[in-house]
């Protein structure tokens, strides 16, 4: 070795052991507590807070240079409920000499416990560490000597022993609402660019409401600049949440996954993802591929055998208790986006639930416009064995044909249109298209065809021998209180066509109906249906105005040559009454509740019935019976299985209270003029009708020896009962007894009108003697005796 080398190096071995015990003197004189005054004073000055350094300061010098801090404070900004902003119970940070000599920094664990933090926001928007913030934002002074960085620091060399923070709480008050987030523990292992590390982490969560989420999660990682490169490998986390505000009281998932960044590929990738919930599994992975321009990406989501009565029972999630085999559910999807390029080029989501299987497709030509298209699959299902299966039952409980879709829609920022409807609903034809526009305040549109539809396979009915037992009265009033809705109506905007080929309504049957309705917010909802049904046609018009804090309910009903009798057979099971009808019905109500919609019920309506009968009663046959018996105590009802026919039937009701009070009835049939009036109580579902048909003279009549007595006279009948069983009444004793009456009137009138006209005469005669002359008295032939009774005469 050269005598140069030889000097200079004991000249560095002499600096050495000289900066040695420069460092020893230092780590035994000086006594960092003597201090604290000066550190809490500078503090004070460039925050204007206060610093409590209530424990000891350690200072260690070699082969570490370090710190040890306890119990320090720093108070909260004035006007704020807690007092101490922050509080930290231990705080350690350690930093290695000798390696700096080589330009590397080699820390020691950084731990720090018993972190305490206190976050504020008022009312009015001010937080407890805007001054902080502001004192950060004030403009740095210039040094008095600017200091000259001669070297650098290469990141590759920096190492730290871990990071550990335990025991952390903090508070946010926001208003009056408080967040705790405490129990905060994050530990990694030693901390060294390109070398893996792992990391593991706890926290909970307290909420306003109570509700405690713990967090836990653990993963081992790593880092490099080269690239750069990172990676998280066998990431697991567990998320728990317990409270009233919890389904089942306590729930918990679980997540697990891998992932990666280089950026030298300009990849990513996320790998091996699960997600567990009451041991359901759904499966995921994500690619991206050139994330520097293109940004490809590849997502695919999986579950496979999901048990999804298992998971809504875990979440309190009612489900019927008659309810059969739930199947499993099995679903894909698969997205490939350019998000680079604005779009995703392709979706494809795949749900198998059972004996349902639908694919839906969709691609967004631009992400930022929200613009796209898609494409809506469902196979065909019976649809109403299905959800009978999963304890749903849709109407009748039997199959009513398939059900399969098929639509394509496309979607706009504002808009989005099903530009095809096609497919079958319960074996019928099903075709049109629909659109939803505005979604803030929703425009709907739709123009649909269906070849055929039975109302009752869907929301269900009774049928023609239920409704021939009536409603209860229970059940009755139920429906009375139930409240109208009407808020979809207040802000509807709505134009639709609906065309029927078929429609069953509970048996009734039309043929080619016509369903529009057109409404604007503000505005009444109007709706028309016009149909053919029974030989003739069916117009309906309705309003419904919602603006009001009543709503108002309004009907015109126009029907033509309506056969009634099949109308009513098929309709209520019962066809007591036949002929071609037409009639006009104007009709408003107004309430919130369903009794008071009927209660408030007024209009009125103009009927004609021709070449009827009404069925099951013979009014000919009740009359004789009842004038037979117009003897007894009581007149009774003689019904029989005959009918009454009639020519026509005209009247009028007018609709009050929800009662129809019976106008103007007239008509005709060869044995009677009708005529009455009364009363029809829809609410009850009850016939108070009094009839006065007049009997007509005619060759049956006037040679029937008991209908005889009757003719021209106005027979009392009573028509009572169900709407769809009237019951009637004839009674004959009072019209009886008047006519006896009246008969023993004519009688003495015309015994007096003959002995008046006898008077008469005899007075006449006697006046008449008593003006001619007298004469001779002459002598009396001898008469014979006469009778005594011609005598008194």
Request: charged share 25%.
């Amino acid at each position: 070795m050269s005598p140069f080398l030889k000097k200079l190096l004991f000249v560095l071995l002499a600096l050495v052991v000289l900066l040695g015990g420069a460092l020893a003197v230092v780590a035994f004189t000086f006594d960092p507590n003597d201090y604290k005054d000066d550190i809490q004073a500078q503090v004070k000055k460039h925050t204007g807070r206060d610093l409590t350094l209530s424990g000891p300061l350690e200072l260690s010098v070699f082969p570490w240079l370090g710190v040890e801090a306890n119990a320090l404070a720093l108070s909260n900004a004035a006007g704020f409920d807690d007092p101490e902003f922050a509080r930290i119970e231990h705080l350690e940070a350690r930093l290695r000499l000798l390696p700096l000599l080589k330009g590397q920094v080699e820390l020691g664990k950084i731990a720090l416990h018993g972190l305490v933090l206190n976050l504020q926001r008022k009312a009015d928007g001010s937080s407890n560490w805007d001054d902080l913030a502001g004192a950060d934002e004030a403009e740095p002074t210039e040094p008095d000597d600017p200091v000259e960085v001669r070297g650098e620091v290469d990141v590759q060399d920096l190492s730290i022993a871990g990071l550990e923070l335990f025991d952390a709480r903090l508070q946010w008050r926001d208003g009056d609402q408080v967040t705790v987030v405490e129990g905060l523990n994050l530990e990694t292992g030693p901390i060294r660019l390109g070398e893996p590390s792992t990391l593991a982490l706890s926290v909970m969560l307290t909420l306003a409401d109570k509700t405690q989420l713990e967090l836990k999660a653990q993963t081992d990682w790593q880092f490099e600049l080269d690239g750069p490169f990172a990676r998280v490998d066998q990431f697991s986390a567990t998320a728990s949440a317990r409270g009233d505000a919890v389904p089942g009281g306590e729930q918990q998932i679980a997540l697990a996954l891998s992932a990666a960044y280089n950026g030298k590929t300009q990849t990513a990738a996320v790998s091996d993802g699960e997600l567990r919930f009451v041991d359901q599994l759904v499966t995921f992975s994500a690619q991206l591929d050139e994330l520097s321009s293109a940004q490809k990406a590849k997502f695919d989501l999986k579950g496979s055998n999901v048990d999804v009565r298992r998971m809504a029972k875990a979440l309190d999630v009612a489900l019927p208790e008659e309810s059969g085999h739930w199947p499993n559910l099995n679903f894909a999807l698969q997205a490939d986006a350019s998000l680079g390029n604005d779009r995703v080029e392709a979706t494809t989501l795949d749900i198998g639930f059972g004996e349902l299987k639908l694919t839906a497709k969709a691609a967004l030509a631009s992400i930022a416009n929200q613009t796209g298209s898609g494409s809506i699959s469902l196979k065909p299902l019976d649809l109403h064995a299905y959800l009978a299966a999963l304890g749903y039952p849709v109407g009748a409980p039997k199959s009513a044909g398939p059900t399969r879709l098929d639509m394509t829609y496309a979607i706009a920022p504002d808009r989005i249109s099903i530009e095809k409807i096609s497919g079958q609903l319960a074996g019928e034809a099903l075709s049109g298209k629909a659109s939803v526009a505005q979604f803030d305040k929703p425009q709907l549109r739709a123009n649909l065809d269906l070849a055929g539809l039975t109302v009752s396979d869907w929301v269900g009915g009774e049928d023609a021998s239920e409704k021939d037992s009536g409603a209860s009265s229970s059940s009755a009033g139920d429906l009375n209180s139930m409240e109208v809705p009407m808020d979809w109506a207040r802000d509807l905007n709505l134009t639709a066509r609906v065309q029927i080929s078929r429609l069953n309504a509970y048996g009734v049957k039309f043929r080619d109906v016509r369903w529009t309705a057109d409404a604007r917010p503000g505005t009444p909802v109007k709706q028309q249906l016009v149909a053919n049904a029974y030989g003739g046609q069916l117009a309906l018009n309705n309003s419904i105005d919602a603006s009001k804090p009543k709503p108002v309910l309004g009907v015109d009903l126009s029907a033509k040559a309506i056969g009634l009798g099949d109308f009513l057979q098929d309709g209520w099971g019962s066809r007591w009454i036949t002929g071609t009808t037409e009639l006009g019905l104007n009709l408003q109500s107004q309430g919130a509740t369903v009794g008071a919609m009927r209660s408030s019920a007024s209009g009125e309506a103009n009927y004609k019935l021709k070449d009827g009968e009404v069925q099951g009663i013979s009014l000919v046959d009740l009359v004789r019976k009842a004038s037979a018996l117009a003897g007894g105590s009581k007149a009774q009802a003689a019904q029989s299985g005959e009918a009454t026919g009639f020519s026509e039937l005209v009247g009028r009701f007018l609709i009050q209270s929800g009662k129809l009070k019976v106008q103007d009835l007239g008509g005709n049939n060869p044995w009677f003029k009708f005529g009455g009036d009364g009363f029809i109580d829809v609410l009850a579902g009850q016939f108070d009708l009094k009839l006065a048909p007049t009997l007509l003279e005619n060759p049956t009549t006037r040679n029937d020896k008991t209908l005889s007595k009757l003719i021209g006279l106005a027979i009392p009948v009573e028509i009572s009962g169900p709407l769809t069983k009237p019951q009637f009444k004839v009674n004959l004793e009072d019209v009886l007894k008047e006519k006896a009456r009246a008969e023993l009137r004519d009688k003495v009138d015309e015994k007096k009108d003959e002995l008046k006209d006898k008077l008469n005469d005899k007075l006449t005669d006697f006046f008449r003697k008593q003006q001619q002359p007298k004469s001779e008295p002459q002598q009396q032939p001898k008469t014979t005796p006469q009778p005594a009774q011609q005598q008194q005469q």
